[in-house]
């Protein structure tokens, strides 16, 4: 019997036939980045295997899902998932997983290098250098050992962060909405860490309750002249209410990696702000998380051809454990 496996990622069809080595009866279809809702969901009907989009372009919506009658699982190649609608997805029976942790080294890397970009200048003072000029600080910088820095969102990139940080020596807290137990890092509700954090940097995934949970409201519970950090989803931070922040001066800075609609408008008002530090949703891209991702959407695939559980279930269906 063949299997049908259909590719959302812009992955090479040889390298997602390769996942499956050795192994006969595959059949891969792959889905190129222009393609419609309407060609997405012809491709997906009757697959028995599909690898969403790391790209979050593609979505697999309820409607989607009504077609796929012999889905055994549905893995996306990235953390975030919101892209899939992974409560409809249990309903039929679908497993819906993700690749927990496949970037959680290069996004830490991203995020200790943002913020001292953000309390140095490093940035600003590039731009202007390459300009020809010379300039001069507005003010002094920040150390990392003299910053308190709370981390909104505790899972694997979160904790990776705390420990480089904890190397550099800066006070870190955290908060999530779960406690985990024995960690070394103290917890704090949000409203407590946004109040005594210097630097706020993001790492949660984008739910429901995450969701617009960076407001006009728990922006101004952050100290005055203090920075934002976002490596994780864009909607996650109301970008109008943030933009307000930056422009008041009660952020003193911000760095983005993500935006409420990517790519970012080029009219954003993000764009002309000397204080805040951009880049093009590329926190999580390293040579090595490459490959760890492609290890992880292979292995989790095979699993399941070969009749076990898969792993980093999200929805609860057919998980292993």
């Known amino acids: 019997m063949t299997v049908k496996v259909v590719c959302l990622s812009p992955w090479p069809e040889d390298t997602v036939k390769g996942f499956f080595s050795g192994r006969n009866g595959i059949a891969v279809t792959t889905v190129p980045t222009t393609a419609t809702q309407k060609e997405v969901m012809a491709a997906l009907r009757d697959a028995d295997l599909v690898i969403g989009d790391k790209t979050h372009r593609h979505v697999i919506d309820a409607e989607a899902l009504s077609v796929m009658r012999s889905c055994r699982l549905i893995h996306q190649p990235a953390v975030g998932f919101d892209t899939i609608d992974h ?3 249990g309903a039929l029976g679908i497993p819906v997983a993700n690749s927990a942790g496949f970037n959680s080294e290069a996004v830490a890397d991203w995020t200790v290098m943002a913020i001292i970009s953000l309390v140095r200048s490093a940035a600003r003072a590039d731009r202007i250098m390459h300009s020809s000029g010379w300039p001069k600080p507005a003010g002094a910088g920040r150390e990392l050992n003299s910053l308190r820095v709370g981390i909104i969102g505790f899972g694997n990139a979160g904790r990776r962060v705390a420990q480089r940080l904890a190397g550099f020596g800066s006070s870190v807290r955290f908060t ?10 103290p917890f704090l509700t949000l409203d407590q860490l946004l109040r005594s954090s210097d630097v706020v940097t993001i790492h949660t995934a984008l739910t429901a309750d995450t969701r617009g949970l960076m407001d006009r409201d728990r922006i101004s519970l952050m100290p005055r002249g203090s920075w934002l950090v976002n490596a994780s989803r864009g909607p996650v931070i109301v970008e109008a209410d943030l933009v307000e922040a930056l422009q008041s001066g009660h952020l003193a800075g911000a760095a ?26 590329v926190a999580g891209l390293s040579v090595e998380a490459e490959h760890r991702l492609l290890e992880m959407t292979a292995a989790n695939l095979v699993r399941v051809l070969n009749g076990e559980p898969p792993l980093n279930v999200v929805n609860g269906i057919g998980q292993s454990g």
């Open 256 to 281: 983005l990696d993500v935006f409420d609609s990517e790519p970012l408008a080029d009219d954003s008002p993000l764009r002309t702000m000397e204080n805040v530090f951009l880049s093009p949703h």
């Open 176 to 185: 999530d909405v779960i406690e985990p137990p024995a960690v070394d890092v």
């Open 87 to 89: 409560k409809a997805a």
